[in-house]
T-cell receptor
Framework: RKEVEQDPGPFNVPEGATVAFNCTYS??????FFWYRQDCRKEPKLLMS???SGNEDGRFTAQLNRASQYISLLIRDSKLSDSATYLC?????????????FGTGTRLTIIP | GAGVSQSPRYKVTKRGQDVALRCDPI?????LYWYRQALGQGPEFLTY????????KSGLPNDRFSAERPEGSISTLTIQRTEQRDSAMYRC??????????????FGEGSRLTVL
């Protein structure tokens, strides 16, 4: 089983709609969680951290369910500029070392 | 520099040759990471440094791959006796420190390696 699993999509969503996707992780000892965004042919960039209590940043809401070991990202009122690949990222904290493990990414296309 | 700088941006080499990929992190960043990204996949962890110390190399695929950061700044990822399966985008990232906890990694534009 992969450490971090995501539905690769693609998700094709009309402009203005709400879209949500999940990510599951296998290491129950994982400490921290993030969503990164990667535009086509570009480098990944941090979109937002995911806190235990859930958090919101404008149209974006991230939630964490430790019991079920999944993370979600909700995008409301989607814009054309939201078209990108969204990468779920987990801190696989292990014996004092730290590394971020990326999922495969979910590809989102917003349709005019 | 303003951002993470990687060179070369593109490298085409013949199978069996050695290649060296360079990463110049953001000035003052303590942590430096190497990832490999295949088309349609997420970045795959290779190795990670704090200052000059290689903290984790568990992601290096085999002993043909090595990395160093001798003075705690610029890093080099070396692939010996390249094989076609090594073809990928190699991405370097840096962070202030304790990067994994803050989650903010700053990636360079990557070095695309093609092995013929």
């Amino acid at each position: 089983r992969k450490e971090v699993e995501q539905d690769p999509g693609p998700f094709n969503v009309p402009e203005g709609a709400t879209v949500a996707f999940n990510c599951t992780y296998s290491n129950s000892a994982s400490q921290s969680f993030f969503w990164y965004r990667q535009d086509c042919r570009k480098e990944p960039k941090l979109l937002m951290s995911v806190y235990s209590s859930g958090n919101e940043d404008g149209r974006f809401t991230a939630q964490l369910n430790r019991a079920s070991q999944y993370i979600s990202l909700l995008i409301r009122d989607s814009k054309l500029s939201d078209s990108a690949t969204y990468l779920c990222v987990v801190n696989a904290y292990n014996f004092g070392n730290e590394k971020l493990t990326f999922g495969t990414g979910t590809r989102l296309t917003i349709i005019p | 520099g303003a951002g993470v700088s990687q060179s070369p941006r593109y490298k085409v080499t013949k199978r069996g040759q050695d290649v060296a990929l360079r990463c110049d992190p953001i000035s003052g960043h303590v942590s430096l990471y190497w990832y490999r990204q295949a088309l349609g996949q997420g970045p795959e962890f290779l190795t990670y440094f704090n200052y000059e110390a290689q903290q984790d190399k568990s992601g290096l695929p085999n002993d043909r791959f090595s990395a160093e950061r001798p003075e705690g700044s610029i890093s080099t990822l070396t692939i010996q006796r390249t094989e076609q399966r090594d073809s990928a985008m190699y991405r370097c990232a840096s962070s202030l420190g304790g990067g994994a906890n803050t989650g903010e990694l700053f990636f360079g534009e990557g070095s695309r390696l093609t092995v013929l």
